[in-house]
């Protein structure tokens, strides 16, 4: 394979528009542009969204939704039958074997669902808990530990839950 036979072929690209070379080749004097005015100027033209003055459609219209994204907390979700497949035999999850075994980003908060069924006595720790997932964990006679979503966290309540 050579360069010349790289798809497009050479006579099926688009040829630039060449402006301001001649009357002959349609884009010469003003250069497409018409006579005078802001986009005939260098640099002219005005912003995008811009309405002559007219308050713009993006400001008539009301804010809607969060938009705090720096501070936005995406949970990694796991259900109670992928969490009981993994630790089949084990009584004790902590969040650091979640991480290890793989189910979620390391570091990534973390929230349990309540898909499947529990069939031995679990005692789980994570961020989130389903209502459903909290239920079925006690109902098989299992303990539900949830800790601060904030990874930064160093409040007072954090601290004396993690003591106890």
Do not use: W
């Amino acid at each position: 394979m050579r360069l010349n036979d790289l798809y497009p072929f050479a006579e099926e690209r688009k040829t630039r528009r060449r402006v301001g070379r001649g009357s002959g080749s349609g884009l010469g004097g003003t250069s497409g542009k018409g006579h005078k005015g802001q986009n005939a100027r260098a640099g002219g033209g005005v912003r995008p969204g811009f309405e002559g003055g007219q308050m713009p459609l993006q400001r008539r219209l009301p804010k809607r939704g969060f938009k705090n994204y720096l501070f936005k907390i995406t949970f990694e979700v796991i259900n109670l039958d992928r969490l009981q497949a993994a630790f089949e035999g084990k009584s004790e999850i902590s969040l650091d074997d979640i991480y290890e075994r793989g189910l979620c980003r390391f570091g990534a908060p973390v929230k349990i669902l309540g898909g499947g069924e529990v069939t031995s006595a679990l005692k789980v720790e994570a961020h989130r808990f389903s209502r459903s997932a909290a239920e079925k964990i006690r109902a098989a006679g299992g303990e539900v530990k949830e800790l601060c979503a904030d990874v930064q966290c160093d409040c007072a309540a954090c601290e004396a839950a993690g003591e106890e």
